[in-house]
């Protein structure tokens, strides 16, 4: 109740739904690099993971989890986001 008279948004008082995103493909992940026009190694640091992380992904070994896919869909779908990543301290 304390949260719904300060105004904040809460399970309690919304109901969020999030349609269930499929994987990411190794192709889709290799796609969206290349869109960007980025090598391995800065793509990676881009998203704040390990070089052969990204590789394992690329390769289809590991599939990004679900936070790294979204990230990867959001840079895919807003590509400007990769400068703003870059300035995260």
Known sequence: MA??????VTLRSHKVQLSKLAPLTADEVVAVRQQLNLSRSVFAMYLRTNTRTLENWEQGRATPNAQAATLIR????????????ALLT
């Open 3 to 8: 949260d719904e008279r300060q105004g904040q």
């Open 74 to 85: 959001l840079v895919a779908q807003f590509p400007e986001t990769v400068e703003r990543l």
